[in-house]
């Protein structure tokens, strides 16, 4: 029996396993030098402006939401192809998501429908980067200025992409990435928001941690209510041990994306990801089904030949929260049959091409 290839792992150097070991051993453990190292080692990718780092992707976006000002009687439009937390956050403050469909090639929001699902009560996008395949920024942007709408970027899964050879975070609104596990660069959990202006940082850091501001030997005061979502020195030091490898973690996604599109059996008749070698960081290789197949039974063949595959995801605004709302079957066609037949093939940068054409050769014997 072959080794199983799930559909995502870490990579994790030994030396960063060590360097964990002695944050461990320091006696500080939670937010302190390393979490200020890891904000640093960030900055500098986003071209010196200034990153918070937080417990989480979602914890980044819901604090981008507020200190762009977004909560009750708002409306934020968003994609309904994504990780739930997009629009979680959305309703955690009290504002309402408007979903939009797709563009069927990029799987991302169809900037071309944003135009008609803005109303008065619209103050935001929040563009989701699906797979690590940037949303177009220049259009993004024009429709933001135009409606004098602000943006929070879910870059959760594009960390280490780029938009016409800016990296995603160095220019633009308020960008959130991820560092989940499953994510390009991982701190096991944790994310990091870019801020547009300095002067946002000590609002950045009071919602982050309950409110609190400190001064002086013993100061302290609350003037605004804030989260618990401040990021560990264990999972800094992780993220610090991670970061050195990232352009060598995309180039190697890239090269494995690129075996996919090689080996892959075209007769299959699935939809292969845009084939951009120019801005995507690969964070997923996804392909969607033809109508034909069964995906359950796809993911079970794919299990007993040893190869995990993902689903990322099913349409959102189906989820019974959602739906409560008032979303409805139908209003979304490209998201609703993306969602329920899109599936995720193994890609991280410890698999070989060999293993990419091996996943290539178990999906031609599952699906045919
Ligand atoms: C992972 C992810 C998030 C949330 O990040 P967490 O770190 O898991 O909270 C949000 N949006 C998208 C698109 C994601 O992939």
Same mark, same amino acid.
């Given at each position: 029996m072959t080794d199983y290839l799930p559909f995502a792992r870490p990579l994790i150097d030994e030396e960063t396993i060590a360097g964990v070991a002695e944050v461990l051993r320091s006696g500080w453990i939670t937010s302190g030098p390393q979490v200020k190292a890891f904000e640093a080692a960030l900055s500098r990718l986003c071209g010196g402006r200034a990153v918070r780092s937080f417990s989480s992707g979602t914890a980044a976006l819901e604090v981008g939401l507020r200190l762009a000002g977004i909560g009750a009687g708002h409306e934020v439009i968003t994609t309904p192809l994504s990780w739930v937390a997009t629009a979680n956050v959305v309703l955690e403050v009290g504002a309402r998501p408007v979903f939009v469909d797709v563009d069927p090639r990029t799987r991302n929001i169809d900037l071309d429908k944003i135009q008609a699902a803005i109303t008065p009560a619209t103050r935001a996008l929040i563009p989701v980067d699906l797979a690590g395949l940037p949303v177009d920024?220049? &259009?993004?942007?024009?429709?933001? &200025?135009?409606?004098n709408l602000r943006v929070i970027e879910d870059a959760a899964q594009s960390f280490?992409?780029?938009? &016409?050879?800016?990296? @995603?975070g160095t220019f633009g609104d308020l960008i959130a990435f991820s560092f989940h596990a499953n994510k390009n660069i991982t701190t096991a959990e944790g994310g990091a928001l870019v801020l547009p202006e300095d002067n946002l940082i000590s609002l950045c850091e009071k919602l982050r941690l309950q !409110? #609190? $501001? &400190?001064f002086g030997e013993d100061g302290m005061e609350v003037d605004v209510l804030g989260g618990k979502w401040n990021l560990t020195d264990v999972a800094a030091r992780l993220g610090l041990g991670q970061l050195p490898h990232l352009q060598e973690f995309t180039d190697r996604r890239r090269d494995l994306a690129r075996r996919y599109f090689e080996r892959w059996d075209s007769s299959l008749d699935c939809e292969l990801p845009a084939e951009d070698f120019e801005n995507s960081n690969w964070h997923m290789f996804q392909v969607v089904l033809s109508k034909r197949a069964?995906? $359950?039974?796809?993911?079970?063949?794919?299990?007993?030949?040893?190869? !995990? #595959? !993902? #689903?990322?995801?099913?349409a959102m605004h189906l989820f019974a929260l959602y739906r409560a709302l008032g979303w409805r079957a139908g209003q979304f066609p490209h998201a609703e049959r993306i969602g329920r037949?899109? $599936?995720? @093939?193994? @890609?991280?940068p410890a698999m070989t091409e060999a293993d990419v054409s091996r996943v290539c050769e178990a999906a031609r014997k599952a699906l045919s």
């Open positions: 920024r220049d &259009r993004l942007y024009a429709i933001s &200025r135009q409606n280490g992409a780029r938009w &016409r050879g800016r990296a @995603l !409110g #609190v $501001a &400190r069964d995906r $359950a039974r796809f993911i079970a063949a794919m299990r007993e030949q040893g190869i !995990g #595959v !993902g #689903v990322h995801y099913p037949s899109i $599936a995720t @093939l193994p @890609l991280y």
